[in-house]
């Protein structure tokens, strides 16, 4: 059996915190930006927002992807334990998967015609709940467990 290597783990949860936080500092970035989007996609009113603002909603969305592929390939590069490989396998996969998600919502804006690809929205929306919950099951999985 693999020796347990506490210096390995306590770099570990360092990489997974500063993902973590970092995620987190993204999302509340792009929130306001998604909610004046979502608003104006409830009340059918996208064509009312100024284009400059669809143009700049869409550029926080695309700079949110690129943080969360970044974050993505944090976790994936980082040395988990040996006791929470597979944990943390699936939680690069699912975070991997959330930024994918979060990509087809930025795919999902067109600003040259200022419109929204509501199928791609809808469904980017469904993924991102469904990859988010999953990340966050894994991650309380490693910070409950012995490693």
Not at 30 to 49: H, R, S, W, Y
Not at 61 to 77: C, I, K, P, Q
Not at 122 to 142: C, F, G, H, P, R
């Amino acid at each position: 059996m693999a020796k347990f290597n506490p210096k390995q783990a306590q770099v570990y949860v360092q990489t997974l915190q500063q993902v973590l936080t970092a995620t987190q500092e993204t999302a509340d970035r792009v929130a306001p930006f998604f909610t004046k989007l979502d608003d104006a996609k409830q009340e059918n009113k996208v064509t009312d927002i100024p284009a400059a603002e669809f143009a700049e909603i869409k550029a926080e969305f695309e700079d949110a992807v690129t943080s969360y592929h970044e974050n993505a390939a944090r976790l994936n590069a980082a040395q988990a334990p040996i006791r929470i490989l597979g944990v943390h396998k699936s939680l690069a996969k699912n975070y991997e998967l959330y930024a994918q998600a979060t990509a087809l919502m930025s795919d999902s804006l067109n600003v040259a015609d200022q419109t929204i690809d509501d199928v791609k929205y809808e469904q980017s929306e469904a993924d991102q709940a469904q990859y988010l919950n999953k990340v966050q099951t894994n991650v309380s999985k490693i910070m409950t467990s012995q490693m």
